[in-house]
């Protein structure tokens, strides 16, 4: 009788309908999703050193400089918050600066922090040696509170196309606010 009561043409039948199947079908593909990233390892692994050296306004630093602040940091709190660096750093197999580099990295970064240092980043390693050609295009934040940071790898061309991983960064030496040193874990998830 209660099935009787109700009408089959009101559309709370099809919105519920509609409901339950999303529902089952969206656990049904995070469930799957999530299973198989935790079992792949990386197609390729590699280190590489980041340094940066910012440009501090007087001429000795002119001649050593990698980057450069295009704008200052705004005064909005004390984080050098607004600050936006563009950047072309040499990349390294080891710590020593003076080493022949492997890659450049090439792009921008800016202070995204009013009440801590944060950072966004956005560029490419450019490589351009006998182990590797192409690039690598990488973006995310690194939130300096934290001891490693994570990057995304969201593309890549030469070599490195369509790759797809994690830039895991390892601080490593920061002198003050003008040069700093960061160890790059780079794993490669979607090699082609």
């Avoid at 918050?81 to 990295?105: C, E, H, N, Q």
């Avoid at 922090?113 to 390693?125: E, P, R």
Wanted: hydrophobic share 45%.
């Amino acid at each position: 009788m209660a099935l009787a009561a109700i009408s089959l043409e009101k559309p709370y039948w099809f919105i519920l309908f509609f409901f339950i199947f999303f529902l089952i079908s969206h656990q049904s593909v995070l469930a799957t999703r999530s299973k198989t990233l935790k079992q792949q390892n990386p197609c390729k692994r590699f280190f590489l050193y980041y340094h940066d050296n910012r440009f501090s306004g007087n001429a000795t630093s002119l001649a050593n400089a990698t980057s450069l602040a295009v704008i200052n940091a705004t005064g909005f709190g004390d984080k050098n918050f607004g600050m936006f660096v563009i950047f072309d750093d040499p990349m390294t197999k080891d710590r020593s600066y003076l080493s022949a580099p492997v890659a450049r990295a090439q792009g921008f970064y800016f202070y995204d922090g009013k009440l801590q240092y944060n950072v966004w980043f956005a560029f490419s390693l450019v490589f351009n040696s006998s182990e590797h050609k192409g690039t690598l295009n990488i973006m995310g934040a690194d939130l300096f509170s934290e001891k490693t940071r994570d990057m995304s790898i969201v593309g890549g061309t030469g070599d490195f196309f369509m790759a797809k991983g994690i830039l895991t960064i390892y601080p490593d030496v920061v002198q003050d606010d003008y040069y700093f040193r960061f160890k790059m874990e780079i794993k490669l998830y979607e090699c082609y």
